[in-house]
């Protein structure tokens, strides 16, 4: 059922929590907490202060820091400031945040020490496509030396003192309000405009009637939040909700195992190499997370070995789901209750149209059949910033594209199988990555895997296999190749497996393929 009562506009939001749970912290970090009073106030004074300092309707406001109060504060100020809030991975290169900078046009930058100096340097470079009229540095304002002329300012500074004039509040749902950028993992990032109705509807769709989140619920969130996977759901979720967040800076399985243990956490969200990582990380033993009540995935596909392993250490259901940027995140999720299929990223969200169309014949494939799957819904995004032929290559009438193939069952639960452009063509024979991954990361000996296409004289490409070893054995090819030809059929079975210390991923947890390309043979016998 959907939750039409969490579809309203933010500021509206933020009102009524503070207003029914002032004194109750609504998101917190290692090193401060903002209850849903301060939450209220502090983002309507950013929102002045930003009219103050420059920014006009529709102007881009871009993040540049680890995941802490002040990102998600950034992030909500949108609506507030009736300006579009942009988020670049902290972790990036500067050549990666420079591409942010100048594709999105952003006129102001929130980020922190450890930043600042490279986007002082880009800024004073001229790097960024529109003048930047300000930075805004967090943490304890000190004296900057600092000789250029964007104006600096800090800010503690801005959310302690009353603007000169409130902002008005943007009500309007469907307006432009947050602009992420896709992994490009596939090309060039591309900025993706979301709305405040996009984002919500997944929340009033998936996590409150699905996930069933609500305002007793505790998040821990080690996810970077430039993802729109952790805006949706530990943003908008949270202060859709009135429910409580703890942010940490970075992912580190010491820190999580620590805070479920001691922290009342509820409700954790992640990527599979998360999950996996964190009953590696301890050490055989059950996990200890008294009050943990779910965890849920999305970003990347959950192998079913995973999934049934986690839920034995943890203790809990831990529920996967399809989403990407372009539709808001979620299209897909399985369901704590009822009928469930492991495997699966579940049934499609309340609401939402889903088909999937034969790239061969464009007709509908019919049950167990493949095809690419396409999106239509409230969820679906405006376009891309600035790409008109990108944003038609992917959209018609409605539909969204999305490049990913998939199967439904007769139940009507979607498997996803991999994307149209990593499809591996054999002598004619079809071969998805996904399919021989999951078979190789069931292995008890392989901590993770990636399967990427090498080209052939004779057969045009083969499957190759990357993977990264449990311990310092190194890898078994002979156990490997068996496993995989006792599963798979014989043009499935990968002609070389080579030994990687990581997988390279992005931060939602989707393989880089194309790095992987570059350390493979030049040739494959």
């Known amino acids: 059922m959907l939750h039409t009562d969490v579809i309203v506009p933010v500021p509206q939001l933020l009102a009524k929590h503070a207003a029914e749970r002032p004194g109750q912290v609504a998101f917190r970090d290692p090193g401060q907490a903002v209850t849903y009073a301060e939450l209220d106030s502090r983002t309507a004074r950013l929102a002045g202060h930003f009219r103050e300092l420059g920014l006009q309707s529709s102007d881009r406001f871009l993040m540049y820091l680890d995941n802490c109060v002040e990102v998600a504060e950034g992030y909500l100020v949108a609506p507030r400031a009736d300006i579009v809030t942009v988020c670049a991975n ?84 469907d307006a432009w309000c947050w602009m992420l950028y896709t992994s490009g993992t596939t090309g060039r990032p591309k900025g993706v405009r979301l709305t405040q109705r996009s984002c919500l509807w997944v929340v009033g769709a998936c996590w409150v009637p699905i996930a069933g989140l609500n305002e007793s619920d505790v998040l821990l969130s080690a ?121 699966s990223c579940g049934l499609p969200l309340p609401g939402l149209t889903v088909r999937l169309i034969d790239p061969a014949t464009g007709t509908d494939a019919a049950p167990g059949e493949e095809g690419e799957l396409w999106v239509q819904g409230p969820n679906v995004m405006q376009g891309y910033h600035e790409l008109p032929q990108a944003t038609a290559d992917v959209l018609t009438d409605g539909w969204y594209h999305t490049g990913d193939l998939a199967r439904r069952d007769e139940n009507g639960f979607i498997r996803i199988s991999g994307r149209v452009k990593e499809l591996i063509i054999r002598g004619g024979e079809n071969i998805y990555p ?92």
């Not at 001691?262 to 990582?277: A, K, Q, S």
């Open 223 to 343: 996810l970077p939040l430039f993802h729109s996977y952790t805006l949706v759901l530990c943003v908008l979720g949270v202060a859709a909700t009135g429910a409580s967040e703890y942010l940490l800076p970075k992912f580190s399985p010491t820190q999580v195992l620590r805070a479920a243990a001691e922290d009342g956490i509820t409700f954790l969200p992640g990527v599979p190499t998360m999950f996996r990582y964190l009953m590696d990380s301890a050490g055989g033993t059950r996990l200890d997370a008294p009050s943990l009540r779910l965890c849920v995935s999305a970003g990347a596909l959950m192998a079913t070995a995973l999934n049934e392993a986690f839920e034995e250490f943890a203790a809990v259901p831990l529920l996967d789901g399809y989403g990407i940027t372009e539709t808001s995140t979620m299209v897909t999720m399985n369901s704590p209750t009822g009928g469930r299929v492991l495997g």
């Open 434 to 525: 996904a399919e021989i991954e999951d078979i190789l990361i069931a292995c008890a000996s392989v901590a993770d895997a990636a399967v990427v296409a090498a080209p052939h004289d004779a057969l045009g490409e083969v499957p190759v296999a990357f993977v990264v070893a449990v311990g310092d054995d190194g890898i078994d090819e002979d156990e490997l190749r068996t496993r995989c030809a006792e599963a798979l059929s014989y043009f499935k079975v990968p002609t070389e497996f080579i030994a990687v210390p990581e997988i390279p991923r992005t931060g939602s947890g989707k393989i880089q393929r194309h790095l992987l390309r570059r350390q493979e043979p030049s040739t494959v016998e």
């Open 90 to 173: 902290p972790g990036g290169t500067k050549h990666e945040f420079e591409h942010i900078l100048r594709d999105s046009g952003a006129t102001a930058v929130l980020t922190d020490r450890a930043h600042l100096p490279t986007v002082l340097e880009l800024i004073d470079g001229g790097a960024g496509r529109a003048p930047v009229k300000f930075v805004v540095v967090t943490g304890t304002p000190t004296h900057l030396s600092y000789a250029g002329d964007t104006k600096v300012v800090f800010y503690d500074d801005l959310v302690a003192q009353e603007p000169a004039r409130r902002a008005p509040d943007s009500t309007h749902l």
